[in-house]
């Protein structure tokens, strides 16, 4: 039998609960130290669990040594999360592969700010951005860039704004501003709805592409005034949203209650089609008083309604939401604690500019990774980093079999499918069969399947049928019947379980499972009768 592990093209995976095997507890987890990891390796959050991966190395060069996320209001991957974006300072943007994180060249682009680069939410080649007075479709793969519009009427640059948001999630909206101008523009039917002049910020698109929002005001097409939200201060971080039923929602930082009364929150939610408001993050769910240097980003737009924080507050993180990483659901009010970012933001005392230091968490559409920069620990270097999920699958294994029950004399037919999305890991591949005890095994320990027997409760003793498997390039791997015998009157009755899983390498050399060893499963489960 021909090892499995060959064959092209990638997919894809989600998550519908994106807290599911996160903390969601309110106690103090007061960080500890953790060694900085190499470039395209992971270490696991000593207090909540989940896996962090350095994806750059910046050179310790010049006064802002820094590769970082572009804010947190855009979206750093592409539609499929193939590529994502990053900014190299003094270099510019940077272009990577999206689950590898390989780099791959600098774009030549001139975006009217850092921020200002919009990925197209369903074609994974297409960015845009505005420079001068024209509004640019550039496409990534070949370098092509394309002039969608030139605002004639623009005497001055054309820019998204001082903070701002990102484009309708159909990518068909943008909000802009040029001088004393603001306007929106519509791309599908290359129009502009109105142009108003007004001393505040450009007009931020909303998911929907029905509505605009700046400085606390909630906007028509026509940029004509719906409502304003109860605001105290509609400058704080925030970053606009969507929930599951459809509705535009602004999701910010609140360290003082509105004038209508709407509360305090590290994370507090506005419906933009009513004004009505909820506490997501905040004393009144629970949790303290919002910390300092909170960013917001709702832009996990395959899953409307999820939000994530990046929260500095104490950089030592000895306090609840005191560096730390946080995901909520404004649907229904779910919140989890992903992990500690490790980086001083605006306490860093070693770069020139400590705006670099700043984590500006970013999540990806699917929302099962978020990117951060860390300057892990007052560093004079700033790199980024990948909060990695549970829901965050880039290597899946399905293991089938023809039936669930079987009796002597029956043949069984296992089939694999391999699934890679392509990611910076060469882990151990295994192969048991669980027998109906429950610990002792057959270990499969090469692809002609000879077997040794082990157990369960005995890590060390497991063997892997392949070491080392690279999985930094995509593939699918489809092997129907890999794996064939026929039932003896003399095997025990019972169930069992066909079981696949990768590992990190030598993680079972301790002899123990610990958080974070298995990298992916996949399993089959029958029964046997004699």
Known sequence: ????????????????????????????????????????????????????????????????????????????????????????????????????????????????DIEQVYWHTSDPDVLFYVTGNQLIRYHVGSGLRETVHT??????????????????????????????????YRMDTDTLPAVRTSTLDAPEASPSGTMAFTGGYVLDPALNVLRQLD???????????????????????????????????????????????????????????????????????????????????????QRVLDSELVLADTNGGTVCRIGHHRSYGGNNTRLADNYWAEPHVMASPSGTRALFASDWGNGSTVDTYVAELPGYVPFQIALSTGRTAYRTGNGLSASL??????????????????????????????????QVLARLSSPASLRPIQAAVSLYQPFTANAPGFLRWTWQATQAAGTYRLLMMTVRPGALADGRFDPGDVLAWGGATFTFTP
């Not at 190299?88 to 943007?93: L, S, T």
């Not at 004639?152 to 802009?176: A, R, Y």
Request: with cysteine; hydrophobic share 40%.
């Open 151 to 184: 605002f004639q009427f623009c005497s001055s640059p054309v820019t998204g704004g001082s903070d701002p948001m990102f484009t309708s999630w159909d990518s068909n909206v943008i909000g802009l501003r040029c001088g004393n101008q603001l306007f929106t």
């Open 1 to 112: 039998m021909l090892c499995p592990l060959a064959a092209a093209a990638a997919s894809r995976s989600g998550a519908a609960d994106l807290c599911q095997g996160l903390v969601k507890d309110k106690v103090s987890r007061s960080m500890t130290p953790l060694a900085k990891p190499a470039l395209a390796q992971t270490v696991i959050d000593p207090q909540f669990g989940t896996t962090l991966r350095r994806i750059t190395a910046v050179a310790a060069v010049g006064a802002n040594p820094a590769i970082v996320p572009l804010y947190s209001t855009v979206s750093a991957w592409n539609a499929d999360e193939s590529r994502l974006i990053l900014y190299h300072v003094g270099i510019g943007h940077e272009l990577y592969d999206g689950h590898t994180y390989r780099f791959i060249r600098v774009l030549d682009i001139t975006p009217a």
């Open 231 to 317: 605001l105290a201060n509609p400058y704080e971080h925030a970053s606009l949203g969507r929930l599951a039923s459809g509705h535009d929602t602004y999701n910010g930082v609140a360290f003082d209650p509105g004038p209508g009364g709407s509360g305090v929150g590290s994370l507090v939610t506005f419906d933009l089609t009513n004004g009505s408001s909820r506490v997501i993050v905040g004393p009144a769910t629970g949790y303290p008083y919002p910390p300092s240097g909170t960013h917001v980003s709702a832009m996990a737009y395959r899953q409307p309604g999820w939000v994530f924080l990046s929260i500095v507050g104490d950089p030592t993180g």
């Open 417 to 450: 499918t391999l699934t890679n999305a392509g990611v910076p890991a060469a882990p151990d591949l295994y192969l048991l069969l669980v027998l109906p005890d429950g610990d002792q095994v057959v270990d499969f320990t090469d692809w002609s399947f000879h």
